[in-house]
């Protein structure tokens, strides 16, 4: 594939909250640069790109100081956007993409549609609300943020999980799984996957 035929895309984000450069390549080998203040979605947002197999840098400064959720929030639009931005008219992408992706004692399970129709389904129970410093729920944030910007029909479910650490790094992985699937290239996908001509 030519440089000029690799999906590549570049967002800035700045608010009074926070400061944040993305750039994503969904032809990417997962090769990752990611510096958010975070070290948790820090962490998470390496196996996504790591299992996804796509090319991701991040820096990002956000007000931490007051808690994570601005910065963890805002990552979700930006990364939404950089899908958006990457995917283009969406033409011959499988559209589809499903993970299961085990951790342990856990194993969770990611079904997205490329769909332009933004809508989250979130069923995961974590235990604790904390692991380290990081706020579980916030993950629920970053993936409502990503789907609305990137046009995600997205489904997530735990199918069984006791460990908090475990179970959300196995929903980042199957994210990543996922969404590579969904926007792998189809050469006997002509335009777009949809009856309507259009998605």
């Known amino acids: 594939m030519s440089e000029s035929q690799l999906r590549k895309s570049e967002v800035r984000r700045c608010t009074k909250e926070t400061d944040i450069k993305i750039e994503l390549s969904l032809d990417g080998g997962g090769v990752y640069e990611i510096d958010t203040g975070v070290g948790f979605i820090d962490h998470m947002l ?15 400064k956000g007000d931490t100081e007051i808690d994570d959720h601005h910065t963890v929030e805002d990552l979700g639009i930006c990364l939404g956007q950089a899908f958006k931005r990457a995917l283009g008219d969406m033409s011959s992408i499988a559209r589809y993409g499903h993970a299961y992706v085990p951790m342990d ?53 735990l199918l069984h999980g ?27 996908i002509i335009g777009t996957l949809s009856s309507k001509g259009v998605i």
């Not at 790109?49 to 796509?54: E, L, P, Q």
């Not at 904390?130 to 706020?135: L, M, P």
């Open 46 to 60: 390496i196996l996504f790109a790591v299992h996804g197999r796509f090319d991701l840098i991040i820096k990002a």
């Open 105 to 157: 004692e856990t194993l969770a399970r990611v079904c997205v549609d490329v769909s332009n129709r933004p809508y989250l389904h979130y069923n995961v129970e974590v235990p604790d609300q904390k692991v380290g410093n990081f706020d579980t729920a916030l993950a629920k944030e970053f993936l409502r943020g990503l789907m609305l910007n990137a046009g995600l029909t997205l489904h997530v479910d």
């Open 162 to 188: 006791e460990n908090s650490h475990h179970i959300l790094e196995a929903v980042f992985k199957a994210l990543g799984r996922a969404l590579s699937a969904a926007v792998t290239r189809d050469a006997g």
